[in-house]
T-cell receptor
Framework: AQSVTQLGSHVSVSEGALVLLRCNYSSSVPPYLFWYVQYPNQGLQLLLKYTSAATLVKGINGFEAEFKKSETSFHLTKPSAHMSDAAEYFCAVYTGGFKTIFGAGTRLFVKA | NAGVTQTPKFQVLKTGQSMTLQCAQDMNHNSMYWYRQDPGMGLRLIYYSASEGTTDKGEVPNGYNVSRLNKREFSLRLESAAPSQTSVYFC???????????????FGQGTRLTVV
């Protein structure tokens, strides 16, 4: 069965430090993978998506993610955290038809 | 460009009451979805509508019904609310590329529902 695991429900970084949010997936078919961000009291919005065109995917706000098939991972990174990056981040895998499975989410805290 | 609009934003119900959550999108998307978000569980699909005139159950459909009123609107109804339905509800839409959800989903701002 397809699944998504996000390691760490909370991640705290200092402003200017590297952001690394981890996501591992299982899928029986070549996956479509997404990262969404949710700011407080808002809906989710797409950060980036992987659709097999390139393994390194660049998204909005300086985020990027690398698809590693051998590790079944799709970790999200940003070289330098900004206070405005504080939010909850969701990894998701499209599993076919109209089904997308979301991870449990990782809340990112950015310290001044 | 409003995107996906949900109403109401907040609601408190007593156990056993009914209500309908409304959702409308102005992007001419084929597919629409209702999710619920609970702490530590991500988003779980309640129902979806692949195209106008069709609806299907998702992962957690019990206690809910839906109506795809037209291409723009997709409503979620709780017939007899229970405390277990306390959650944040999100409506979403997508192009439904080649009959799938492989394209990105656009989300509304959510409805925070409390059942007491």
């Amino acid at each position: 069965a397809q699944s998504v695991t996000q390691l760490g429900s909370h991640v705290s970084v200092s402003e200017g430090a590297l952001v690394l949010l981890r996501c591992n997936y299982s899928s029986s078919v070549p996956p479509y993978l997404f990262w969404y961000v949710q700011y407080p009291n808002q809906g989710l919005q797409l950060l980036l998506k992987y659709t097999s065109a390139a393994t390194l995917v660049k998204g909005i706000n300086g985020f990027e993610a690398e698809f590693k098939k051998s590790e079944t991972s799709f970790h999200l990174t940003k070289p330098s955290a900004h206070m405005s990056d504080a939010a909850e981040y969701f990894c998701a895998v499209y599993t076919g038809g109209f089904k997308t499975i979301f991870g449990a989410g990782t809340r990112l805290f950015v310290k001044a | 460009n409003a995107g996906v609009t949900q109403t109401p934003k907040f609601q408190v119900l007593k156990t056993g009451q009914s209500m309908t959550l409304q959702c409308a999108q102005d992007m001419n998307h084929n597919s629409m979805y209702w999710y619920r978000q609970d702490p530590g569980m991500g988003l779980r699909l309640i129902y979806y509508s692949a195209s106008e005139g069709t609806t299907d159950k998702g992962e957690v459909p019990n206690g809910y019904n839906v109506s795809r009123l037209n291409k723009r609107e997709f409503s979620l109804r709780l017939e007899s609310a229970a405390p277990s339905q306390t959650s944040v509800y999100f409506c979403a839409s997508s192009e439904g590329h080649r009959g799938t959800m492989s394209t990105e989903a656009f989300f509304g701002q959510g409805t925070r529902l409390t059942v007491v």
